[in-house]
């Protein structure tokens, strides 16, 4: 229920509104067009839940929130990107009776949406990214190819972990040039080649000893793992090594917690995304072309690590 309230708060972009200076629920009302009695027990819930602060009879956003559309570091992106997910989710009893659903694309990830999806992911991946890169330990990596590196969050982390590493980030066009502006605010962008491709239809751009694969093997089928596995075995230079990383499922597929509920979300999402076990992982890079394949390390946010070796 709470998470119902938080969505529609952020829907109704409630959070952004409220930011400047409190309103009244009649305010609110008549500038989103709502029902007041209907609006006005959505605001006493929001501030129930701590999202809110109520004073008299008006309601502002609490201070503490990065859910305004103007914070640097919003969420709110993300937020509603889950709002989308969460008209797919409630087909799932139908699903699971046999029923197919449309995998068309979530409305976050249109175009008008893509700056602001991309950059609440760079900012949920931000504390992260550095410690996944510390357990890669890339120290005599030279040349890294981030396929399907998004923002650039993790060239970012890599290029500052070895300063003599240059990187080539591969991500679809329009994310391309949000990597571009990333990358340019770190001043990072002179040592990052950027191609623009699908890496379902296209080669990855070769000469590189590192390849890293982050949050991608969950949208995929195997199949489509396997393809993608080859084309990052020919991009690599003998004595290349990938890393993935992503959820990594234990034998029996039910830890961790967050890995077994976001198959569910694959499962609603794509046409055939999956969370896999090591054994899994390792049957697809072996099977590519890969050897020494090894378990990195475990995690439980989607920080598992595997990485392998083109002999």
Known sequence: MESR???????????????????????VAVRIHADLRAL??????????????KKKEGYQCSSSLALTAEAPDSVLPMVLHMADLWRGWSDLTRVVQGASISKKRRTSQEAKQLQAFIGAMHVIASPLAARVVASVVPGSSKALLDVGGGSGIYTMAFLQAVPAMRATLFDRPAVIEIAR???????????????????????????????????IIH?????????????????????????????????????????????????????????????????GLQEAGFSSVRLLQKGEHMDGLVEAFKP
């Open 219 to 283: 949208q995929n089928s195997p199949e489509q793992n396997l393809e993608l596995f080859s084309k990052v075995f020919r991009s690599l230079d003998p004595g290349g090594r990938i890393v993935i990383r992503d959820h990594v499922m234990s034998e029996d597929r039910t830890y961790p917690k967050d890995g077994a509920i976001f198959a569910v979300n694959m499962l609603l999402g794509t046409a055939g995304g999956n969370t896999y076990t090591f054994e899994e992982i390792k049957g």
């Open 40 to 53: 006005t027990i959505l605001l006493d819930a929001l501030t129930a839940m701590g999202l809110l602060v």
């Open 5 to 27: 309230i938080l969505l529609t708060g952020a829907e109704l972009d409630l959070f952004t509104l409220l930011d400047p200076a409190p309103l009244t629920a009649q305010e």
């Open 181 to 215: 502006q990333y990358l340019r605010r770190a001043g990072l962008l002179n040592r990052v080649t950027l191609v623009p491709g699908d890496f379902y239809r296209d080669e990855l751009p070769p000469g590189h000893d590192l390849a890293f694969l982050s949050a």
